[in-house]
């Protein structure tokens, strides 16, 4: 079985068909996504330097602090998903700026607990971001009953303000503790998106380029087994062709540099560009190239809660053979050469 799900038909449009209102909506809500998660952490802090330095804005800061400390353990505790956020009309047209589809391939019975593999991680996410965090592709009425958490580092939720918009989408911390909170809560239907990639998977996010870190990736493994999760590949076309990046072969001066960025911080600094918000000049906004999600079937997992190297090592081979058997069975559809090759790196 295979349901696609478009987010509108005028999404298919070319820019030069489309109506001046619906080109200002969706490039706002790309704008807006593209401020969360590269310039709001460095606004934030700003405001509150500014906040803390103005006695007469005291007034504001200190409750806010009082309630940043209060919620601090939030995205530990399933953070506070709220669905008239989730389903805010904008984020149907960020889906129509590229255009977004998601593709279901099997169900996801409600009655189950599934921890779903997100491939590739891209610059910033947008596509993992759409699909978990909103009802811009419909992800609820393709999978009636599946609440969903996406998975994201720590520091995220460092940033005042910031915190608030990822708490509001039900993102939680990448925590064991946050995961397994989530897949202990009765009853079941609850879906934990994590990316095994993750920062380092960012540096290999060029068009074309189709390089998973995920050979040494075990921890979702293991945490599917505990807690008797169905494990769910899942594949993001398109993704890594939204942004390019200034090459950074592994060796190279700019890869060694972010690689001790990594070590140093836990994130990644890839050198990224798209087009400007006006026209193709350089700039931070995406490209507008298609995007097609396909989640996969899933894999059935038995509880184990004291999962040996052994099981885990099989379960991870059994889940990459399925990842690129789901690949290798969709790429064609979307523009990609049947010679081309899944790499798990």
């Given at each position: 079985?295979?349901v696609?799900?478009?987010?509108?038909?005028?999404?298919?449009?070319?820019?030069?068909?489309?109506?001046?209102?619906?080109q200002?909506?969706?490039?706002?809500?790309?704008?807006?996504?593209?401020?969360?998660?590269?310039?709001?952490?460095?606004?934030?802090?700003?405001?509150?330097i500014?906040?803390?330095?103005?006695?007469?804005?005291?007034?504001?800061?200190?409750?806010?602090?009082?309630?940043?400390?209060?919620?601090?353990?939030?995205?530990?505790?399933?953070?506070?998903?709220?669905?008239?956020?989730?389903?805010?009309?904008?984020?149907?047209?960020?889906?129509?700026?590229?255009?977004?589809?998601?593709?279901?391939?099997a169900?996801?019975?409600?009655?189950?607990?599934?921890?779903?593999?997100?491939?590739?991680?891209?610059?910033?996410?947008?596509?993992t971001?759409?699909?978990?965090?909103t009802?811009?592709?419909?992800?609820?009425?393709?999978?009636p009953?599946?609440?969903?958490?996406?998975?994201?580092?720590?520091?995220?939720?460092?940033?005042?303000?910031?915190?608030?918009?990822?708490?509001l989408?039900?993102?939680?911390?990448?925590?064991?503790?946050?995961?397994?909170?989530?897949?202990?809560?009765?009853p079941?239907?609850?879906?934990?998106?994590?990316v095994?990639?993750?920062?380092?998977?960012?540096?290999?996010?060029h068009?074309?380029?189709?390089d998973?870190?995920?050979?040494?990736?075990?921890?979702?493994?293991r945490?599917?087994?505990?807690?008797?999760?169905?494990?769910?590949?899942l594949?993001?076309?398109?993704?890594?062709?939204?942004?390019?990046?200034?090459?950074?072969?592994?060796?190279?001066?700019?890869?060694?540099?972010?690689?001790?960025?990594?070590?140093?911080?836990?994130?990644?600094?890839?050198?990224?560009?798209?087009?400007?918000i006006?026209s193709?000049?350089?700039?931070?906004?995406?490209?507008?190239?298609?995007?097609?999600?396909?989640?996969?079937?899933?894999?059935?997992?038995?509880?184990?809660?004291?999962?040996?190297?052994?099981?885990?090592?099989?379960?991870?081979?059994?889940?990459?053979?399925?990842?690129?058997?789901?690949?290798?069975?969709?790429?064609?559809?979307?523009?990609?050469?049947?010679?081309?090759?899944?790499?798990?790196?």
């Amino acid at each position: 079985m295979t349901v696609t799900v478009a987010p509108d038909d005028k999404s298919m449009k070319d820019d030069s068909e489309e109506d001046i209102k619906t080109q200002f909506l969706e490039k706002l809500a790309a704008g807006l996504y593209v401020f969360a998660f590269v310039i709001a952490p460095f606004v934030s802090m700003t405001i509150c330097i500014i906040v803390f330095m103005t006695p007469l804005l005291w007034t504001i800061g200190i409750p806010y602090l009082i309630w940043y400390a209060y919620d601090f353990h939030a995205p530990r505790r399933g953070s506070r998903p709220w669905r008239a956020f989730t389903s805010f009309w904008l984020w149907r047209y960020l889906a129509c700026y590229f255009p977004m589809r998601l593709v279901k391939t099997a169900e996801l019975p409600p009655n189950k607990n599934y921890v779903i593999g997100v491939h590739p991680h891209g610059i910033i996410g947008f596509a993992t971001f759409v699909t978990f965090c909103t009802e811009g592709t419909h992800f609820s009425r393709l999978f009636p009953g599946l609440r969903r958490f996406p998975v994201t580092l720590p520091m995220q939720f460092w940033f005042p303000l910031r915190r608030e918009f990822l708490t509001l989408t039900g993102t939680i911390s990448s925590d064991v503790e946050a995961i397994e909170y989530v897949l202990d809560r009765p009853p079941k239907g609850y879906v934990v998106a994590i990316v095994p990639g993750g920062a380092a998977e960012a540096l290999d996010s060029h068009p074309d380029t189709y390089d998973l870190t995920l050979k040494n990736r075990r921890g979702f493994i293991r945490l599917a087994i505990k807690h008797g999760a169905d494990l769910v590949p899942l594949y993001h076309f398109g993704e890594n062709k939204i942004y390019s990046q200034l090459p950074n072969p592994h060796g190279s001066r700019l890869r060694t540099f972010q690689m001790a960025v990594k070590r140093w911080t836990g994130a990644t600094v890839p050198i990224f560009y798209g087009r400007g918000i006006l026209s193709n000049i350089i700039g931070l906004m995406p490209y507008r190239k298609p995007i097609t999600t396909v989640v996969g079937a899933p894999i059935p997992v038995k509880c184990n809660p004291n999962p040996s190297e052994e099981e885990c090592d099989e379960l991870h081979a059994e889940y990459c053979r399925r990842l690129v058997a789901l690949f290798d069975e969709h790429k064609t559809k979307y523009g990609i050469d049947k010679d081309i090759q899944l790499r798990i790196v």
